[in-house]
C-alpha cells in the first residue's frame, strides 16, 4: 500500500534563509510523487512533481525537490524564503495500485517566514 | 480557461438538511475527485470518477452521493447533513485514469458549516 510521511507539522524559518520541507513515501510500485502548496483561503496549486525521469525535480517559484529511492525520500527545498511563501504544503504519491489516478496526502506542513 | 470550479463557496446548514456540491471543469479532463479537508488530516478522497459513466468509493463515502453528470461536471450530495461533515470540500480534475503521472488540479473549494 501507498503511503506519504511528512516529518513536520511546522516549520518556520526567516526570510532569505533556506527553506527544507521532509517527506518520506512509502509505495509498491514506481510512484510518482507530487508537491501541492495551498495559500490560506485558497485552493490547491502544484508546485512540481516527480514522474521516473530527472530525480531533481524543479518547479515554481525556486522550489525543487530530489527524489531519493534509497532513501524513500521527496524532500522539498528552496535557497532563499519569501515572505509569500508562507503556506500549506502537501506531499503526494499517485496510488499506483490501481487505473484510477487517486492520490495519497500527507497531513501537510505549515510554513512559517518570519521578516 | 476557468479551470475547475465549484459552487457554492460558502454553505451553513442545521443538521439534517440535505444540499448538493457543484462541480465543473473544461479542460476536457476524464477523471474527477471529490476530497474533503479537515485540520491536521491532510485531504481525503471521499468519492471519485474515473471516466464518465463510472464513480467509486474512495476512503470516506459514507453519508455522501456523486453524480457524474457529463463529462464536465461531478456533484456530490449530502442527504442528511451532520456537524460531522463540517469541512472545507474541493473538486479535482485529472487528464485521464490509468496514468499515474497525471498531476490533479483544484477547485477553490466549498467551506460547510453543520449546525
Known amino acids: 500500500a501507498q503511503s506519504v510521511t511528512q516529518l513536520d507539522s511546522h516549520v518556520s524559518v526567516s526570510e532569505g534563509t533556506p527553506v527544507l520541507l521532509r517527506c518520506n513515501y512509502s509505495?509498491?510500485?514506481?510512484?510518482?510523487l507530487f508537491w501541492y502548496v495551498q495559500h490560506p483561503n485558497k485552493g490547491l496549486q502544484l508546485l512540481l512533481k516527480y514522474t521516473s525521469a530527472a530525480t531533481l525535480v524543479k518547479g515554481i517559484n525556486g522550489f525543487e525537490a530530489e527524489f531519493k529511492k534509497s532513501e524513500t525520500s521527496f524532500h522539498l527545498t528552496k535557497p532563499s524564503a519569501h515572505m509569500s511563501d508562507a503556506a500549506e504544503y502537501f506531499c503526494?504519491?499517485?496510488?499506483?495500485?490501481?487505473?484510477?489516478?487517486?492520490?495519497?496526502f500527507g497531513q501537510g506542513t505549515t510554513l512559517q517566514v518570519k521578516p | 480557461n476557468a479551470g475547475v470550479t465549484q459552487t457554492p463557496k460558502f454553505q451553513v446548514l442545521k443538521t439534517g438538511q440535505s444540499m448538493t456540491l457543484q462541480c465543473a471543469q473544461d479542460?476536457?479532463?476524464?477523471?474527477m475527485y471529490w476530497y474533503r479537508q479537515d485540520p491536521g488530516m491532510g485531504l481525503r478522497l471521499i468519492y471519485y470518477s474515473a471516466s464518465e459513466g463510472t464513480t467509486d468509493k474512495g476512503e470516506v463515502p459514507n453519508g455522501y452521493n456523486v453524480s457524474r453528470l457529463n463529462k464536465r461536471e461531478f456533484s456530490l450530495r449530502l442527504e442528511s447533513a451532520a456537524p460531522s461533515q463540517t469541512s472545507v470540500y474541493f473538486c479535482?480534475?485529472?487528464?485521464?485514469?490509468?496514468?499515474?503521472?497525471?498531476?490533479?488540479?483544484f477547485g477553490p473549494g466549498t467551506r460547510l458549516t453543520v449546525t
Open positions: 509505495s509498491s510500485y514506481s510512484p510518482s
Open positions: 479535482a480534475s485529472s487528464r485521464r485514469p490509468g496514468q499515474t503521472y497525471y498531476e490533479q488540479y
Open positions: 479542460m476536457n479532463h476524464n477523471s
Open positions: 503526494v504519491v499517485s496510488d499506483g495500485s490501481s487505473n484510477t489516478g487517486k492520490l495519497i
